[in-house]
DNA sequence: AAATAAAATTAGGTATACCTAATTTTATTT
DNA sequence: AAATAAAATTAGGTATACCTAATTTTATTT
């Protein structure tokens, strides 16, 4: 079995490989915890030894058939449980992923499962990441972001790529959610900033941090 | 804010301070939670100087007004907890405990009141333990058992004392649950053990263990 | 009251998961 | 290619929460 630190490390290097095709750095991950890069080689070490992964300077780290499974796991129940968090539970979107964080280590051979079907078997968490299935496969992953967008175009929210409270309580200031309706009216050439129509009303402008933090369909 | 295993201490100080009015020695503790005395003796000068516990030799170990608080909160979560993976995720009696053992510590501000509320208000557990309010008042709490019973007498088991699988399974092997009538036909005087008919139908022998551990309203 | 047993405490130790500072290795710039 | 910067690693350290063995204190028995 894993440690809460070793779950954490396992999600943190699955979502690096999830983002991009870079090699994962000691630098990448210790960025993406909040350590210090010599923590992060002392742990490579230990998940190593434990076949949770393999490093090699040149590859970088990459995950093994038991940490790849360990770590789909670790996001399906991140997932599920911020499904039912804001469905059953009532929270609101921007306070669901920091008990999620807790939620996911509870272990349980069945609680996921359950949880799954206990929700009908969503797609897809509040946040539009796709929660992965039993079986370890995944749902269609969104890529496009909204600053890809040609002017002009429309589009529909369908992920954010970032869950902080800041963003999401913006999101809610400008009424947007997982669904709404977008359309692309102006790029400025000077910083990328978009200016926006938000569900054929309200029209915006937004810097282009936010635009490539929107992922559309 | 407490660790987990200051949290798991709280509960033990808790729990221990409910079953009897004996003061509550370093001994006691280490029982309670499978540690060494000389562990729970360096963890009461921590929780001590954190003001969760005051710690008389005369008296024993006695929770603070902010020790009750803490460790009324952490039962009240588990006892939800438990309440939520039988009845919506359909887990069976005996491993709900374990679980809602991790569950309890997940912290948020109003987790426990809207799962409360999810749940519909519910006293008391699956095993019959009571449910604290958000006000922290605790539902009357059953402390007659099975063995106070005259013979010839009929009664409702109303809780269970003990939580492990092996007597959880043991009940469900004779058919007994939160409810279910039993009345005792005979008392052996060699050893204290139970002839009891249950559910108005099969008739067993128990033993003085066994009716120790089921309280009877 | 003395002897004995039990409980509490102290002393010294371990694994985990972090840290900072120093050093070494690798990549980038000139 | 040398100089410089960045990344990786090592060395040595800390807090937490445990442990065992030894000692001291308290309670119980004789
Ligand atoms: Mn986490
Ligand atoms: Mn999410
Ligand atoms: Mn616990
Ligand atoms: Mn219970």
Chains 1, 2 share one sequence.
Not at 46 to 54: R, S, V
Not at 108 to 126: I, V
Not at 185 to 212: C, G, M, P, Y
Request: proline share 3%; net charge negative; aromatic share 6%.
């Amino acid at each position: 079995m894993n440690t809460l630190s070793e779950e954490n490390y396992l999600k943190a290097i699955f979502r690096l490989s999830q983002k991009s095709d870079e090699k994962i750095t000691p630098t990448a991950i210790a960025e993406a915890l909040g350590n210090n890069a010599a923590s992060v080689v002392d742990m490579i070490r230990k998940m190593t030894d434990k076949e949770l992964i393999e490093y090699d300077k040149k590859k970088g780290v990459r995950l093994t058939q038991q940490g790849l499974k360990d770590s789909i796991l670790i996001v399906r129940k991140h997932r599920l449980w911020e499904v039912f968090l804001l469905e059953k539970l009532g929270f609101h979107w921007d306070e669901i992923h920091d008990i999620a964080e807790e939620l996911e280590h509870v272990s349980n051979a069945s609680l996921a499962d359950r949880l799954d079907k206990f929700l009908g078997f969503p797609e897809y968490d509040p946040h539009g990441d796709p929660i992965p299935k039993a079986n370890g496969k995944l749902p269609k992953t969104f890529t496009v972001s909204l600053a890809d967008v040609k002017t002009g175009a429309s589009c529909k929210v369908a992920a954010v790529r970032d869950t902080s409270s800041s963003f999401l309580q913006y999101l809610v200031k400008l009424g947007i959610g997982i669904g709404t309706p977008i359309q692309v009216l102006e790029r400025i050439a000077f910083d990328q900033s978009l200016v926006i129509k938000i569900n054929e009303q309200d029209q915006t402008t937004v810097s282009q941090r936010f635009s490539e933090s929107i992922l559309i369909s």
